[in-house]
Structures are given as C-alpha cells and as structure tokens.
C-alpha cells in the first residue's frame, strides 16, 4: 500500500505539467461521439477521457488522475502478487518499486491512453492463473473471461497475449482446464464482452486491421530481434530488467507453481511476434509486472544479507529516480531539455519521425492550444460571408482535436480531417468553398482550389518539428464538391 500511495502522490506532483498529449485530445473528441468502436481503438477509453474532460475540463491534473490512480492500482497489486507466489517483504518493494519507477509505466501512469489498464489486466490474468493453480476452483476461468473482455474493450493488444498464454499453458498442468467447460465459459464472456466492437469493426470494413497493416509498413521503426530486446530493457529499465529477466529463469527453472512456466512462453512468443511484425517494442511492456513479481521472489532467494537487499533496492531507486525525467514531466521544460543534452541521450518514439528539442512523447504534449489560437485569428479575420462556410480541415487527428477541444471557447467550428476516425465523420456538410489548413503545398493547392492565401503562421518552439513553423492558409473554392473529394483524403495510420 506504501508503494501505491507513493506512485499516486509522484503522478499528482507531475501530471499537471507541459500540456495535453496528442492522442488525448483526440480520445476526448471520440468520447464525445459516443460509439461501439472507432477506427484505431474500442470505446471504454475515448468514453472515460470525454468523462474526465467533462468533469475536469482543461484542468490536467483531474484529467489525468485515472491513470495516476490505475498506475497506483498496478504497483500495489504487483506487490501483492509477489506475495501470493510466495515472496517475503523484500520482493514485494522489489517488484512494486520496479513498477513504481520503470519509465514505461511512469508513461502510462502520465497520459490517458489506451495503455491505460493494460498493466494492471494483464497481471490481473496471471493472478487468476495462480490462484487457480493454488485452489483447483475452475471457477476462476470466469474471472479470466471477465478481465479479458474488459481489456478487449480498452485495447486490443491482449488478443495477442491471449493465445500466447494459452500456448505457455500447454506446457503446465492446466492444459486439463481443456477437459472441463469452465475455460469454455470463461472464452463465452469475453467474446460476448467484445462483440458489440467487433460488429462495429465489421460494419466498418475491419478499419484496425487497415490501421495495423499500414503502422507494420513502414510507419514503425524496424529493429532487429536483438534490438528489439534491448529496447525492452530501455523501456523498463537496466535494473528492473535484470529483475524481470530473473522472473523468466525463474518460470523456466525449477518454478514453485507449475502455471510460471506459461510466462516465460508467452514472453518469447509475444517478443518474436511483435518484432516480425514491426510493431513498437512497449508493446511487450504489459507482460512485465507479472515477470517482475517471480523474479522478485526468485532473488529474494538468492539475496540472504538484509544490507544487500536493501543495497539492491536503494540501487532501483536512485536509478530510476535519475531517468524519471525522461518520462514524468516532472522538470521544467526548460530544465528538462538541458538535462537531457547533459546525458546526451534522446528516447526513440518507436516511428520514423524528426525530432526536435524534445523526445515526441513530450513534444506531442506543446503547440496545441497554440495551434487552436492562431487558426481561430485566421477564422475570424475572414470577412463574415466567409467565416460561415469555413472549416479547418487537420492534416491528422492531433490537429483536427486540438481544434475541437480548445477551439470551442474561441468560437471556432467543428474540424475535419481524413485522419482515422474523423474520416468516418465525413465533412459534416461542408462544401470546400473555404478551407483553412495549416501547412502544405502550395502547387497542390494552386490544382485543387481557385485561389489560396497565406493568413497566419504556427509557432511552437517545443512542438514536434512538423507541427510548427508553418503557415496558415485559407484556400477558397474546391475545384470539385468536397464530399465527391473526400474518399480521396482517407489516411488510416
């Protein structure tokens, strides 16, 4: 509980800070259009951040206090798993601090992402394993299908995980599990849980499977099987992936509850699909509070002396403190930018993109209510004829949102975009005859519409270097109807 209550306080002093993230604005644009599914993610959390912004509004502490306190949830329930496969005091600290501090999870405990429950579902799976081991109820499989439904419903990672833990399984005592209808049951609930999304996806011409055709051919960063592994160990820490890579030898050798050996499997399977596939290393990062709790155990076995126990811990700490900046926004902008050119190390973001001053998962925190700003003083600079048939039309979806979002006090219009899911929403009966958009190509502009001019210009120094330093412009008369031109702006990425 200690351990919990010190992840809760770490996110209350730093989830304030920078500004919302790309992805969060669009999640409360898609909360606000309440539906089964969207193009690139299912529905519980686009509902649960447009709640939070209700609630909250552009205040970011409140609107960030869910993950802070799911995080929470998943560093004490860490602890605890590691004491319910039989580990003392010391692994419980051990594995709860490595997921206190971890950079991955100090992310998912910062944005409001679909990552959001990943941690704490996927280890909520292993604990109904254990404690299906341990007590021989093959109830639990209903908890199984439950937790799994759920996570289904926030993202659809763990329909990977899912068949690679069933492979671990084989390999355990469990596989009798086959024999009885409980598993059966379990595999009912999750599918009835998930069905309204899937009917969604299959109304909508499957549009995820578009979306991860397009992030695994060439939008991800392609690494080697070895470099993928080490991107592991970035993300989760030197330390913490000593602890995790000992909870993997621990499933393997000479385990205490047979159902540790599934881990392991399903580690190396998910490790060896992911990287074929391209997809981005964190994808992994779920897995690890799970692997953590057994390698915590297993070197509480090794680490007899109370001195270097607590050697091993403080090292942890002091580590993770010294890289936390690098994922909790904790330091000034400023402040931060000076301590990484000091380390001289930049975090990658998993995509071929330029950076600028900042990793992206800062930058794609600055610029938006910016951006909203200077596109409103080009709004309402247009002469009122045209003020009523204009639109701002996003290049993405972190353009258009930031529109929606803090556009709405500035008396701006709705945006398009072609973006994911705003395709889907079409051009909300615009026409084209006024379009502003930001950046581009003016040749392009000069084949598609009857005339185009500059009328303002994006400045946000710390912004990723594609969101910035570019004009504004206003493009009048769309050589054809834009909703005859809109199957042409279609972009699932």
């Avoid at 909360?31 to 690139?40: F, I, L, N, S």
């Avoid at 799994?148 to 763990?158: C, D, E, P, V």
């Amino acid at each position: 509980m200690l351990l919990a209550f010190a992840s809760l306080v770490l996110h209350l002093l730093a989830n304030a800070h920078y500004g919302f993230f790309r992805d969060e604005l669009y999640f409360i644009v898609c909360g606000d259009r309440p539906d089964w599914g969207y193009v690139d993610q299912p529905a519980i959390v686009p509902l649960l951040a447009s709640w939070s912004h209700a609630i909250f509004g552009e205040f970011l502490l409140g609107f960030r206090l869910l993950p802070a306190l799911v995080m929470a949830a998943a560093v004490g329930l860490t602890s605890e798993f590691a004491r319910v496969v039989g580990g003392g005091r010391f692994a419980q600290w051990l594995a709860g601090s490595c997921v206190l501090l971890g950079p991955i999870f100090l992310i998912q405990g910062v944005l409001f992402s679909t990552d959001l429950f990943q941690a704490l579902t996927w280890l909520a799976l292993g604990w109904v394993l254990v404690r299906l081991e341990q007590t021989g109820d093959e109830r639990w499989w209903l908890a199984f299908g439950a937790i799994a439904g759920f996570s289904l419903n926030t993202k659809y990672l763990i329909a990977f995980y899912l068949p690679a833990l069933a492979v671990g399984l084989l390999a355990t005592p469990q596989r009798k599990s086959l024999l009885r209808p409980w598993v059966y049951l379990g595999a009912l609930l999750a599918g009835v849980m998930v069905m309204p999304n899937l009917l969604w996806q299959q109304a909508h011409g499957w549009p995820f499977m578009e979306l991860g055709n397009a992030a695994s051919s060439g939008k991800n960063i392609e690494f080697s099987p070895l470099a993928f592994l080490l991107q592991q160990i970035l993300l989760t820490g030197p330390l913490t992936a000593f602890v995790w890579l000992c909870g993997l030898w621990a499933g393997v050798v000479r385990p205490k509850l047979a159902v540790a050996r599934a881990f392991p499997i399903a580690w190396l399977s998910l490790l060896l699909a992911f990287d074929a596939s391209h997809g981005k290393a964190y994808y992994l990062s779920a897995i690890y509070p799970t692997l953590l709790a057994f390698g915590a155990v297993r070197i509480e076995e090794w680490l007899g002396s109370v001195m270097v126990r607590a050697a091993a811990l403080a090292c942890v700490v002091v580590l993770g403190v010294l890289a936390a900046p690098f994922t909790l926004p904790i330091l000034p902008v400023g402040v931060f930018v000076r301590y990484q050119q000091a380390i001289g190390f930049m975090p990658s973001g998993g995509e071929h993109q330029t950076l600028g001053a900042l990793p992206q998962y800062y930058a794609d925190m600055f610029g938006w209510r910016e951006m909203a700003e200077q596109v409103a003083a080009a709004y309402w600079s247009l002469p009122a004829q045209d003020r009523a048939r204009a639109v701002f039309f996003g290049n993405n979806y972190g353009e258009a949102a930031a529109i929606d979002v803090f556009g709405r006090r500035l008396g701006l219009p709705p945006a398009i975009s072609g973006h994911n899911n705003y395709y889907l929403w079409g051009p909300r009966g615009h026409d084209g005859s006024v379009i502003i958009i930001v950046g581009g190509s003016p040749k392009h502009y000069a084949e598609l519409f009857s005339s185009f001019e500059i009328a303002g210009r994006i400045v946000a120094p710390y912004a990723m270097p594609y969101e910035t330093n570019k004009p504004i412009y206003v493009l009048r008369g769309l050589k054809l109807p834009l909703p005859d031109y809109w199957p042409q702006v279609k972009v699932y990425r």
